[in-house]
């Protein structure tokens, strides 16, 4: 079993600053892309910030320039440092991790928890 669990999530004021984290645990071989997502009340999921092994990175529009995603792959943890945070960022932010559990497994996608992130005006 692979286990992804987030920390890092809290209140803050607009223009203030988080860091998400996201370790993953159990039974990996390699882990492909990491990525944030979130969902707000009465809204779908929405991608955040993707990131490969390699460390190429996708990020939504809505969040360049102010949000930041990285990895340590000897850590299989992923990170999401969001500044200038805006109202409109107020969210359940998941974690999300293409893994492969051993080398006979093709790669299987797992989600965080999710840890709500809340920003006031």
């Known amino acids: 079993q692979v286990r992804l669990v987030e920390s890092g999530g809290g209140l803050v004021q607009a223009g203030g600053s988080l860091r998400l984290s996201c370790a993953a645990s159990?039974?990996?071989?390699?882990?492909?892309?990491m990525g944030w997502y979130r969902q707000a009340p009465g809204k779908q999921r929405e991608l955040v910030a993707t990131?490969?092994?390699?460390?190429?990175?996708n990020y939504a529009d809505s969040v360049k320039g102010r949000f930041t995603i990285s990895r340590d792959n000897a850590k299989n943890t992923v990170y999401l440092q969001m500044n200038s945070l805006k109202p409109e960022d107020t969210a359940i932010y998941y974690c999300?991790?293409?893994?492969?559990?051993?080398?006979?497994?093709?790669?299987?996608?797992?989600w965080g928890q999710g840890t709500q992130v809340t920003v006031s005006s």
């Open positions: 159990g039974s990996i071989f390699r882990i492909n892309a």
């Open positions: 999300n991790a293409e893994v492969r559990p051993s080398y006979r497994d093709t790669q299987y996608n797992y």
């Open positions: 990131i490969t092994t390699g460390g190429s990175t």
